[in-house]
């Protein structure tokens, strides 16, 4: 049976790739060219990275969901990005 320490240190562990995770995502995303100005939110919660923000259009949607699931650690894209209406 876990100790309370060795769960502690379990969930700082998590937390700890979760953190990593998120900031590959973004190194990731500044990295493609299609995506670099973009606002994208990520949050990265036990694997799962959670998109949010708006961008210009479907393909950059799709281009913010490739990226992330190319970044190793990444366990499921849930991308809740909205695509920007003209007029």
Do not use: W
Not at 3 to 20: L, Q, R, V
Not at 21 to 32: L, P
Not at 37 to 60: C, E, F, H, P
């Amino acid at each position: 049976m876990a100790t309370a320490t060795e769960n502690a240190a379990n969930k700082t562990a998590t937390a700890i790739d979760d953190g990593a995770i998120t900031t590959k995502v973004k190194t990731a995303m500044i990295a493609e060219p299609t995506l670099k100005a973009m606002q994208i939110n990520v949050d990265t919660k036990n694997g799962v990275v959670t998109l949010a923000g708006a961008v210009d259009s479907q393909a950059m949607k799709d281009k913010a969901t490739e990226v992330t699931q190319s970044v190793n650690g990444v366990k499921s894209v849930d991308n809740n990005l909205t695509v920007k209406t003209t007029g």
